[in-house]
């Protein structure tokens, strides 16, 4: 700082003063050039050292034939081409239809936990934000399972899933006599159900936040002239309301999306590392794969056939309905 | 009228519809943590056969809680002053100054988001061993090692929630101040950080969240003296005696913490994504 301030002077000298108002603006837009480089620069060399850099080993180690007998001497590993994509791809191979099976599992998981969080979301969102004297009250209520650390909710639903000593069972059996015998939910192709039931408690409420942040920007004055204009509140709701929260709903659906499609929590804090099969969550099959079954290899040609899956759906999500165009600013 | 009839009563259906589904897990946890323990060994009831705070006390000698807790604590506050402070200094630079790369540097932060934990999780964990072995920084089983892993949790959200705040705040008041003599940090530490607190309060809030709820990578590069609060509690729980009054209890004492701050400044959180990520 101090060496521009003594320069700057002398600049003005030798120009003589003609046009020394522009010399310093153009000194000063010259400056700033390094600066946001240097602003920019902590987060950029952080996320290098823990996603770009660890990716980039993964994709490696995904070439390598990295079993529990090379863990300790990694530069021993056999390189094998494209063996671990092609074992994972193949619907034939035990490997490969057991992926694909995960695969289908979590697309059903994903299209459940986001169509149903949105859908409850802007449900909840569009009670909430009319004006009454409890709604307040109802916000905070809605907000606390998202509030909650992620394993606490998945603990306490843990909990209530049991077969003889959970609340589910004594809801469904004993007080609503929906069921007659008491259903395993942590085991046999009830799991599937409960890792969606435990999700959706838990990720509702954030797009019922996003909505809710989307529905204050809205002024009132458009309602207001609509409700003067007749306009009833079912299409009030679609020719105001939905229009101006779509930037909203394009960027939570795509957030959703790439965190369900993601979970780990959920499905590793019910089922620990031995999962039921109708519950095998992508994730955590790959955990599995790389840390159960020491074959880290495979887990991470799988871990980049996910990543590619994200990026090629996420892309086409955006070119298509154009997140973060013109249209949206 | 007869539509505002209907309206109402819809509402309130809603309203009860979520209230049942939201208070049903959360009223399993606070009953269950003052039941004794033979009321969760049998058939579950809704209400306590007797009240006790037994499981509140006993919890802390069942499993290490105190030091689980100091270890959460540090970790997640040093990730979120640190990637706060991180993410304050990017988002500046990419909502007051057009240079080249900004935009890749955007896009490169916001798709990390994208990426699947379990790709970079491995790779990490034998960084971090090389890193100790190299240069003999300690990362793995270190608070150093979790708590720079959680701020880059935090700062793709951060700075694009941040940007879109200080987008929305007018440059003629840092200007008036860079003419008054103040260099650029100086305006952006005196006059827009101040201005932008709700959103770099509720920037915070999410930070601390993100690094209290996190398991998958805790589970890998903690060890035993530095567990946090989530493997901790998550190894309990799927052991095969299970004191359930217990660890209800000690679900609620760790969700104080963070619920309690999020329920208070809930306001800056919903203000500052309408001002900030909304318009992205």
């Known amino acids: 700082m101090e060496e521009t301030k003594d320069r700057r002077p002398e600049v003005e000298v030798r120009r003589g003063g003609r046009r020394s108002g522009e010399r310093v603006s153009s000194k000063r837009r010259v400056r700033p050039q390094t600066l946001p480089y240097l602003l920019v ?66 697309v059903a998981y994903t299209v459940l936990v986001v169509g149903g969080s949105w859908v409850l979301g802007i449900c909840a969102a569009l009670l909430v934000n009319s004006e009454f004297r409890a709604r307040r009250w109802f916000r905070t209520l809605f907000l606390i399972p998202y509030a909650l650390p992620v394993y606490v909710a998945v603990i306490a639903w843990s909990f209530m899933l049991q077969r003889n000593t ?48 989307g529905l204050q920007t809205i002024p009132t004055e458009l309602y207001e002239a609509a409700s003067i204009d007749g306009a009833s509140r079912w299409r009030q709701f679609r020719t105001i309301t939905l229009p101006l929260l779509r930037p909203v709903n394009l960027v939570l659906l795509l957030v959703l999306f790439l965190w369900t499609f993601n979970e780990f929590n959920a499905p590793y804090v019910l089922f620990g590392q031995a999962p039921p099969g109708a519950a095998d969550l992508l994730s955590l099959h790959i955990y599995v794969n790389s840390f159960v079954d020491w074959n880290f290899g495979l887990g991470a040609s799988m871990s980049v056939l996910l990543l590619l899956f994200l990026l090629v759906v996420s892309v086409i999500y955006i070119r298509v309905l154009r997140v973060g165009g013109e249209e949206n600013a | 009228m007869h539509e505002k009839r209907a309206f109402n009563a819809l509402r309130i259906i809603g309203l009860i519809f979520f209230t049942l589904i939201t208070l049903f897990p959360l009223y399993t946890i606070v ?53 706060v402070f991180i993410a304050i200094l990017a ?105 932008s607190m709700p959103g770099i309060v509720a920037v915070g809030i999410f930070a601390f969240m993100t690094a209290w709820g996190e398991v998958l990578f805790a589970s890998v590069l903690t060890d035993d003296a530095t567990r946090t609060l989530a493997v901790g509690l998550r190894n309990y729980a799927t052991q095969s005696n299970v004191y359930w009054n217990q660890l209800m209890a000690a679900a609620i004492v760790v969700s104080i913490p963070v619920v309690a701050g999020f329920l208070a400044l809930q306001r800056y959180l919903v203000q500052g994504i309408a001002a900030g990520g909304v318009k992205g």
């Open chain 2, 91 to 195: 988002a500046y630079a990419i909502s007051r100054y057009r240079f080249f790369g900004r935009g890749a540097f955007s896009l490169t932060v916001l798709s990390t988001q994208m990426f699947p934990g379990i790709l970079f999780l491995l790779p990490l964990f034998v960084i971090y061993v090389n890193l100790e072995r190299v240069v003999g920084i300690q990362l793995y089983g270190s608070y150093a090692g979790l708590i720079i892993t959680y701020l880059t949790f935090a700062l793709p959200f951060s700075i694009w929630m941040l940007v879109g705040y200080f987008n929305s705040i007018p440059k003629e008041m840092e200007e008036a101040a860079m003419v008054d003599g103040t260099t650029a940090l100086g305006a952006l530490f005196r006059v827009l950080v101040p201005v």
């Open chain 1, 166 to 213: 959970g609340a589910i069972n004594t809801l469904l059996v004993d007080n609503l006599h929906l069921l007659h015998e008491r259903p395993f939910w942590l085991i046999g192709n009830n799991a599937f159900w409960s890792v969606v039931m435990t999700s959706l408690w838990r990720s509702w409420p954030f797009a019922f936040l996003m909505v809710l942040a």
């Open chain 1, 41 to 106: 620069l902590p987060a950029l060399l952080f996320e290098l050292l823990v996603h770009l850099f660890p990716m980039l080993v993964g994709v490696g180690v995904s070439f390598l034939e990295l079993t529990q007998f090379y863990v300790r001497n990694w530069s021993a590993a056999p390189f094998v081409g494209l063996r671990n994509y092609l074992d994972g791809l193949d619907p034939s191979g035990p490997i490969g239809s057991a992926l694909a099976q995960s695969f289908l599992i979590t």
């Open chain 2, 31 to 83: 009953t269950s943590s003052i039941k004794p323990l033979a009321d969760v060994r049998s058939t579950f009831r809704w209400t306590p056969s007797r009240i006790t705070l037994a499981p509140y006390t006993d919890i802390w000698s069942t499993i290490p809680l105190a030091r689980y807790f100091l270890n959460s604590l540090i970790i997640s506050l040093g990730a979120t002053v640190i990637s």
